[in-house]
Every structure is written in C-alpha cells, then in structure tokens.
C-alpha cells in the first residue's frame, strides 16, 4: 500500500503523511523543501521516498507520474497550495499566476493522470485539498477563493462521473476553514476565528476519505459556514467575506 502526498513539507500535507504512515501506508512525499521532507521522513514507521519537486509546472507533475510507478500508488493527496491576500488591482501578478499553477493546474494534471490509472485498475482514492473559501466569493483573497472553487467542482465532477459508471474510485474534496499550518505567514493574514489543529484535520479527512466522503468539512462552525453560503444572496455573502477578509490583514 502506497500513498503520494503533494505539499508534504508541512500542515495538513505532513499530518496526512503521519496519519496514513500510522495506518500502514508506505509514503511518497513531494514538495519544494528538501529539507523539511528528510525532517518528516525520520518521524515515519514505513518506507518514505522523498521527491523534491516543484508541482507547479506541468512538465515537472507528467515527470513525477513517470518517475513512480503508478500501479503502486493507491492514494494520491493533492495538498500542494497557498494564497495571496489583498486588492485584486494591487497583488503580485506573478505570484498569482505561481499560485494559479499550484493550486489549479498542478492539481488538475496530477488528478487526470491518476485518475486514468485507478479507472483502469477500478480502485484507489483521491484527496484533493480545497477549502472553505471554495464556499463563495472572496474579495481581497479573490484569487485564492477562485482557486479553491476550481478544485471543488472540479472533484464534484468526476466524482458524478465516477458514480455514472459505478466505479469503485474514491474522490473527495476537503474543505477545511482556518486551520494552525504555515498558509498564514506565506498570505500574510491572521484570523479572528481560532484554527482547528491540523493533526486533527487530517484525521477527520482520511477517515472521511475512506468512507469516500464527496465533500468533507471538520467542524461544526464550518458546516454551518456552508451551509449559510447556500442560502444567503450572493450580494450579501460579498458584503459579508469582504468585511471578515478586511480583518486578516497582518
């Protein structure tokens, strides 16, 4: 049994890892930092290999595909992502489009290729770690918020494709509020609401992730977040975001 594990350096990425290591998954674990990997890897029980890869470039996620063998890969957890905070007229460009790359395309490529692969072999699961941000509208995170939305509908599709063809493949989408990683520091934002541990969403989100769970959501204040994004007018969940996303401003 094998697991392929993409934003591992650190947060829920690395939690993931501890868990399913824990659970006896053999781990492949991808990320940009070498070093926090080779930390990660001597905390786990079973085998690790350690692919230090930047997932945002399309070249380098058909090169991971072709590094591995697929056959043994039997979970893959898209988690690789971070976010940019302020005025859409005012951030980055290019550290939106780094973000775009990572969050939206790196995702998509990894999840198409594996996907065929479990399709074929009719088993396997996969998690690809949104947000509740994917819930609405996002001004002053607008294009994180867009991100995370791509990666829900992008998961709820295949997975009504998946149950059109009744197949056995598990795919979830998390959709987790604030949580105590490193995504603060690298968005340059605080929240007002206490973060959930993040050893304790992941364990939410493998329970959840073999019980083939479409959309998993830890905690109650976020379920309720979800489910007041439903029935509010969008006008007023603008207003409503707006006025919470002023307030993370370090």
């Given at each position: 049994?094998k ?8 947060g ?62 039997e ?8 976010g ?5 007229t ?15 395309k ?8 594996f996907?065929t692969?479990?399709?074929r ?10 947000s ?9 995170m ?15 599709s ?6 059109a ?32 541990k ?14 083939k ?38």
């Amino acid at each position: 049994m094998k697991a392929l594990i993409t934003g591992a350096s650190s947060g829920i990425g690395a939690d993931i890892a501890r868990v399913l290591s824990e659970k006896g998954y053999d781990i492949i674990l991808v990320a940009r930092r070498k070093t926090r990997l080779a930390k990660l890897k001597s905390e786990l029980n079973t085998e690790v290999e350690i692919i230090n890869m930047d997932i945002s470039s399309t070249y380098n996620c058909l090169e991971l595909f072709n590094q591995i063998n697929p056959e043994e890969i039997e979970i893959l957890v898209n988690c690789a992502g971070f976010g940019v905070f302020g005025d859409f007229t005012t951030t980055s460009l290019d550290k939106e489009l780094d973000m775009i790359d990572t969050n939206v395309k790196g995702l998509h490529v990894l999840t198409k290729l594996f996907l065929t692969e479990f399709t074929r072999r009719n088993r396997g699961y996969i998690l690809n770690v949104a947000s509740a941000a994917a819930f609405g509208p996002g001004p002053l995170m607008s294009g994180y918020y867009a991100s995370k939305a791509y990666v829900l509908h992008l998961t709820e599709s295949i997975y009504g494709e998946l149950k059109a063809i009744r197949s056995k493949v598990g795919i979830s989408a998390l959709c987790p509020g604030p949580v105590d990683t490193e995504f603060n520091k690298v968005a340059k934002v605080h929240f007002s609401m206490k973060p959930q541990k993040s050893i304790d969403v992941a364990n939410y989100a493998v329970k959840k992730m073999f019980k083939k769970k479409l959309i998993i959501i830890p905690g109650i204040r976020i379920k309720f977040a979800y489910f007041f994004s439903k029935i509010i007018p969008k006008k007023l969940l603008m207003k409503i975001n707006y006025n919470i996303q002023s307030k993370k401003e370090v």
